[in-house]
């Protein structure tokens, strides 16, 4: 045999070789990746986010209507805001987990919420101008006393350091 044939017939070796080198450094680069590394989805938002856009939606519409005085849609819209929908049992329990000792805190700022909404409907049912709006200001205390102490913290823990 001659050297330029073994030379080839080395060649020919040595490709199969390299191939499966290739392929096996690939597989294990990418078996290797951590997870974290891997392009991350956007986290899902709670079903609490969907509560809390419904509750500004009517708010934003009882301001329209204490505007123009119609009492007949403040009427209708207090009760959503007074018994909002709630999120399901296991979002409620992470969240209840999350607020540890704030639980009470967290629960006092929907009481009240509850509390002056339903006072609010009251008042609009009476056509008791005055009393809608100063109800309603005490809603807007709650909701805003909540947000300044729970909401930035919230969607830290549970959108941001996923």
């Not at 509750?55 to 009492?71: N, P, V, Y």
Request: aromatic residues 6%; contains cysteine.
């Amino acid at each position: 045999m001659s050297l330029k044939k073994e030379g080839g017939l080395m060649n020919s070796t040595k490709k199969p070789f390299l191939v499966i080198s290739a392929v096996l450094f690939t597989v294990m680069t990418i078996s290797a990746t951590p997870v974290g590394a891997q392009t991350e989805k956007p986290a899902k938002p709670m079903a609490l986010r969907g509560v809390m856009d419904k509750l500004g939606r009517d708010m934003q519409a009882i301001t329209g209507a204490i505007s123009k005085e119609e009492w007949a849609v403040v009427v209708e819209l207090a009760p959503k805001i007074a018994n909002h929908a709630e999120p399901p049992v296991a979002e409620k329990m992470r969240i209840l987990a999350w607020l540890g000792t704030d639980a009470g805190k967290f629960r006092s700022h929907d009481g009240q919420t509850h509390e002056s909404a339903t006072a609010m409907g009251d008042a609009a049912k009476r056509g008791d101008g005055l009393a809608v709006i100063s109800a309603f200001s005490k809603v807007q205390q709650s909701c805003l006393g909540c947000h300044q102490s729970f909401r930035k913290p919230f969607m830290e823990h549970f959108y941001e350091n996923r």
